[in-house]
């Protein structure tokens, strides 16, 4: 079984400082991990992906993730907060033939000007 | 441009009503997924595909049925609209390799 869990619904960082949000996830089989991000009424959009190989990944819009297995955690970060990067952004989970995700309940960033 | 289409992108029905949410894709992929998503509760998994001519259970499929009778489209049905189906579904489409579902834009429905 697979599961998600995001630390925090909402976040909130002011322009130009560090955004780091939190996943945690819990696999029987090795992980595959994302990070979707959602602007308000669109779909999702991919921001980066862990498959296999360097667990420091890089994405779009300056966005990166390092998939530590020791603590089962995928966290998001961006150096730089954007106004443009006010999004709701969602971690998931994927494992086995059948590719599903499992997504988690996702984190609202709110970037303070 | 290629991707998932999703029909209709709005529609407001009445208790009991039936409907069907259709998703096409156009990258030949084998595994499509329909999701709801509410808010606080993330994306929630009702049905999903691995190839034309199969479907199996999510987290939620009670109250939906699904159909992909054809590669390129996976079908959501409704047979009786409850309010607690008040939901943005989405659809999804992913092809071995790409390692990233290709979601489409949403069906915002809404039953009174």
């Known amino acids: 079984a697979q599961s998600v869990t995001q630390l925090g619904s909402h976040v909130s960082v002011s322009e130009g400082a560090l955004v780091l949000l939190r996943c945690n996830y819990s696999s029987s089989v090795p992980p595959y991990l994302f990070w979707y991000v959602q602007y308000p009424n669109q779909g999702l959009q991919l921001l980066l992906k862990y498959t296999t190989g360097a667990t420091l990944v890089k994405g779009i819009n300056g966005f990166e993730a390092e998939f530590k297995k020791s603590e089962t955690s995928f966290h998001l970060t961006k150096p730089s907060a954007h106004m443009s990067d006010a999004a709701e952004y969602f971690c998931?989970?994927?494992?086995?033939?059948?590719?599903?995700?499992?997504f988690g309940t996702g984190t609202r960033l709110k970037v303070l000007a | 441009n290629a991707g998932v289409t999703q029909t209709p992108k709005f529609r407001v029905l009445k208790t009991g009503q039936s409907m069907t949410l259709l998703c096409a894709q156009d990258?030949?992929?084998?595994?499509m997924y329909w999701y709801r998503q509410d808010p606080g509760m993330g994306l929630r998994l009702i049905h999903y595909?691995?190839?034309?001519?199969?479907?199996a259970k999510g987290e939620v499929p009670d109250g939906y049925n699904v159909s992909r009778l054809k590669k390129q489209n996976f079908l959501l049905g409704l047979e009786s609209a409850a309010p607690s189906q008040t939901s943005v579904y989405f659809c999804?489409?992913?092809?071995?390799?790409?390692?990233?579902?290709?979601f489409g834009s949403g069906t915002r429905l809404t039953v009174v």
């Open positions: 990258m030949n992929h084998e595994y």
């Open positions: 999804a489409s992913f092809g071995q390799g790409n390692y990233g579902y290709t």
């Open positions: 998931a989970v994927s494992g086995g033939g059948t590719y599903k995700y499992i």
């Open positions: 595909s691995v190839g034309e001519g199969t479907t």
